[in-house]
């Protein structure tokens, strides 16, 4: 796509999260890497609801505005280290989902094998530690996990996702979102299951195949009453 159709599809992607309720007022930002040195992303202080192409930035990958009359979110920084450890990515969401936020404040990675789907296109969601917005704490936390994850929870703060363009990376934020939020009625009704080590292993050859690379939930080893079982497991 040319700029103009990536600002566009980010304006696109941007009233998505506005509208499923993922940000609040001017919250969450948006990127996607347009050539080795060049990021288009969203400008601070705007609700990602209301965004139109025109209000886009464009930086190199120091952070430095090439284009632009707005100014970028001080939390582009975490993007653009995603960007720096994984050349592969060519997009970066960050958003607030409720329930997926939650998790983060809690301290409760999403890293439990309880939905098939979730093995497979999501992996495990780790929480990168604590840091102070604006400063380089949050991308040095966020560093560590880039390269063995599609998609993390920031500890009292929110959801980052990444993938190798904007659609991807949206869906990676609306399956994280989905995950946490079924985690959570689970968790209401007590009786967290968990799928077995060999069902978890059925899933990674297909994640394999699909070509999605990350580290994915090891299951439950042996059967004790929460995991669901193969029948042979039960013999």
Same mark, same amino acid.
């Given at each position: ?5 990536? =600002?566009? +599809? ?20 948006? %990127?996607? =890497?347009?050539?080795? @040195? ?7 202080? &705007? ?25 970028? *979110?001080? +939390? #582009? ?11 592969? &990515?060519? $997009? ?25 789907? $979730? &093995? ?21 936390? &966020? ?21 190798? @363009? ?8 609306? %399956?994280?979102?989905? !995950? $946490? !939020? ?6 209401? #009704? ?5 799928? *077995?080590?060999?069902?978890? $292993? ?18 439950? *080893? ?7 079982? @193969? ?5």
């Amino acid at each position: 796509m040319n700029h103009h159709d990536v =600002k566009e +599809e980010i304006c696109r992607v941007g009233k998505l999260i506005y509208d499923k309720g993922f940000v609040a007022a001017n919250d969450g930002n948006i %990127s996607v =890497k347009v050539a080795e @040195d060049r990021v288009i992303t969203t400008p601070t202080g &705007v609700s990602k609801g209301m965004m139109t192409p025109e209000m886009m930035v464009t930086v190199n990958l120091d952070g430095e505005v090439i284009d632009g009359q707005l100014r970028p *979110s001080s +939390e #582009l920084k975490m993007h653009l280290r995603v960007y720096k450890e994984r050349p592969d &990515v060519q $997009a970066v969401v960050h958003a607030h989902p409720p329930h997926a936020t939650a998790f983060a404040i809690a301290g409760i990675p999403l890293d439990k094998a309880i939905l098939p789907e $979730a &093995v497979v296109t999501l992996g495990t969601i780790p929480i990168a530690e604590y840091g102070t917005p604006g400063t380089e704490e949050i991308p040095d936390s &966020v560093a560590k996990y880039v390269k063995d994850h599609n998609g993390l929870l920031l500890e009292s703060h929110g959801a980052l996702t990444w993938a190798k @363009d904007l659609m991807a990376a949206y869906f990676l934020m609306e %399956s994280l979102e989905f !995950t $946490a !939020t079924i985690s959570f009625y689970v968790k209401q #009704l007590g009786a967290e299951r968990q799928l *077995s080590t060999s069902r978890v $292993a059925e899933l990674r050859e297909i994640r394999e195949r699909m070509g999605i690379t990350g580290k994915t939930p090891d299951g439950l *080893s042996s059967p004790d009453g929460r995991s669901i079982v @193969d029948p042979k497991e039960r013999r």
